[in-house]
């Protein structure tokens, strides 16, 4: 298999990350690109995006929790199910995050428009803070478990800490940043660290 995608995407690092908690990361290539100039990845994906897993039948599978869910499938079923919310809620919470990393990005396309749109980026980040908001106060319990939910929390704040270092993090969502302080030292976080 052929994981298209981008390294500092943190869509695409939650695949990378399931992959080593899998134990099948010698199974997938991992190819970088620039998804505005790859021709092949838009043969793949007509619309472009990464990351993309391309199958060694030649077939492909796009979006990051497509993805995920398909190699939890095939090499592992059932891995990393919750035991105390419904399969609802935690399809919920992945729809969560990657809407807050949908608004990251938003934001930090607004910003590097000349001039920047200051605005609409502050629009997108009160997104963000309502979010971590409310993961902070609301989810219970997800300190204990490794799952789709904690690899993407853990690579949606990774993300934001890289991008965002300004923002007070720890003071605002001490919960989360004290998660957030171990999981990051996790052997798959470690492997796929991102730069600024």
Not at 37 to 66: M, Q
Not at 113 to 136: G, L, V, Y
Request: proline fraction near 6%; glycine fraction near 6%.
């Amino acid at each position: 298999m052929e994981l298209i995608c981008s390294l500092t995407s943190p869509y695409a690092r939650r695949v990378r990350v399931l992959a080593i908690e899998l134990g099948i990361e010698s199974m997938i290539q991992v190819t970088a690109v620039s998804p505005r100039e790859s021709k092949d990845l838009w043969r793949l994906n007509p619309i472009g995006k990464v990351p993309t897993l391309k199958l060694d039948d030649g077939s492909a599978i796009f979006d990051s929790l497509v993805i995920c869910d398909y190699l939890v499938g095939q090499f592992k079923p059932g891995w990393g199910q919750p035991n105390n919310i419904s399969q609802w809620e935690y399809r919920t919470r992945l729809s969560q995050l990657n809407q807050t990393s949908d608004a990251g990005s938003q934001m930090r396309k607004l910003l590097g428009q000349e001039p920047p749109q200051e605005k609409a980026a502050w629009f997108q980040f009160d997104k963000i803070k309502r979010s971590i908001t409310h993961i902070n106060a609301n989810w219970a319990d997800f300190e204990s478990e490794i799952s789709l939910v904690t690899i993407g929390l853990g690579c949606t704040m990774d993300w934001l800490y890289v991008r965002f270092p300004e923002q007070p993090w720890e003071a605002e969502f001490p919960r989360i940043h004290k998660w957030f302080q171990e999981f990051k030292e996790r052997p798959s976080m470690q492997q796929t660290k991102i730069s600024g």
